[in-house]
């Protein structure tokens, strides 16, 4: 199985919960970002550039675990910055499986393997590890020799350990394809449980022409979505239509909110208009009708999976849900 089982329970239930409620906008996954403080300074990254006034800046235990329960996803995702930074990652995770919620821990794999010790497996906790190329395509784009080799060894010492680990690529504008298919070939081998592949995000400040437009994210994935039974890519299967441009989508902004040091950022993962000390008053205050839409020039090449992955979920018919099911239980 692609997912274990325990998190399409958890996703069914609360999906009916907010059904039974007539909640029409909730959250499906949390994107918190204890802190924005990384011991890299990839190419690619807005979190570093947008946050540099505040990096040293970090949540604390209590407002992390406050913040998860005001969204009341059953996913959370764990994010930054480099996370195994933050002062209280071991913490954190701990009580978020005792509320038991499925933790994704995304980490540029720098810091994992010394840091295994302090976490135990558990089928409700991934590590997430980012690899945005072969050896010398990623250690060119994290700007750090050594890299894409230290992160390995994390991977294959995790796995031995017995945890769940998936990994994380963006596609830039300059992403070879055949690199892709190397490096999935690599991460295969490593055993790792799924494969994560997604567009570059075109941040605000973000310079120089790394990111792609619809049209050129459109002809990379075409290739992509082709290996889907070949490599264990966790990628929903209908968002990968969406990025091969053969479903149409809106966008679904709160789907997957992100909490910061700085507050709940308002509208998006990707752009900030401004953040909101509290949940509730996120949720009221932002113009979801016109970031929905699609208005907004800053939203006209984004297919971001925090805003349309969400949408899938939202909008899946009986057809996509057999799909679904059918994908989800594929064994190589
Ligand atoms: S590891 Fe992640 S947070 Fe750190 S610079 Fe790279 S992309 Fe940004
Ligand atoms: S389309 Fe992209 S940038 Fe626009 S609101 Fe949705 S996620 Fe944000």
Known sequence: MRFPLSLYVSMTRYLLLMKWKGIERFPLVLMLEPTHRCNLTCAGCGRIREYQSTLGKEMSLEECLHSVDEAGTPVVTVTGGEPLLYSHAPSLVKELLKRRKHVYFCTNGLLLEEALPKFHPNTRFTWNVHFDGTEAVHDAIIGKPGGFQKAASGVQ???RQGFRVSTNT?????????DLETLFTQLTDFGVDGILVAPGFSYEDVTGEVFLTRAEII?????IRKWQNRF??????????????DRHFQCTPWGNPTRNPQGWKSPCYLIT???YPAYGEFMEETDWDYYVSGRD??????????????TVVRRMNGRDLLRMIRWNLHVR
Do not use: W
């Open 297 to 310: 020039p800053r939203c006209e090449q984004c297919m971001v999976h925090c805003g349309y992955e969400p």
């Open 273 to 275: 208009d401004t953040h």
């Open 232 to 245: 264990p890519i966790i990628s929903n299967p209908i968002y990968l239509d969406f990025l091969s441009g």
């Open 170 to 178: 963006t596609v830039y504008r300059e992403t070879e394809i055949s």
């Open 157 to 159: 010492a995790a796995k």
């Open 219 to 223: 002809e990379k994935f075409r290739h």
